[in-house]
Nanobody, 119 residues
Framework: VQLVESGGGLVQPGGSLRLSCAASGFPFSVYYMTWVRQAPGKGPEWVSFISSSGGSTWYADSVKGRFTISRDNAKNTLYLQMNSLKPEDTALYYC?????????????WGQGTQVTVSS
């Protein structure tokens, strides 16, 4: 299992970023996928997950209405469009194989991409 996140960076409050996650080493199209974030000194928090087909999506209340998860199974890639970013969104963002809202399995995470929201 290999998951490689990209697209993070420094952005001002109210700004936008689009994260990508390139997947390989497993049949991407049959797995649910999750975005998880972890802020310094805090535990992991699930952000959003998506069904294998992309037809169903779920969001944590903290990001609902601001973030959009999507996937391109032809490209084995997962996305997270983040709009109206807030300082409290600052964290290391990971993509994860499977539905991971609890019982996090870090062996199925990528290396993460840093998102910093600051003026």
């Amino acid at each position: 299992v290999q998951l490689v996140e990209s697209g993070g960076g420094l952005v001002q409050p109210g700004g936008s970023l689009r994260l990508s996650c390139a997947a390989s080493g497993f049949p991407f199209s049959v797995y649910y996928m999750t975005w998880v974030r972890q802020a310094p000194g805090k535990g992991p928090e699930w952000v959003s997950f998506i069904s294998s087909s992309g037809g169903s999506t779920w969001y944590a209340d903290s990001v609902k209405g601001r973030f959009t998860i999507s996937r391109d199974n032809a490209k084995n890639t997962l996305y997270l469009q983040m709009n109206s970013l807030k300082p409290e969104d600052t964290a290391l963002y990971y993509c994860a194989r499977g539905e991971q809202r609890a019982n996090f399995r870090r062996e199925y995470w990528g290396q993460g991409t840093q998102v910093t929201v600051s003026s």
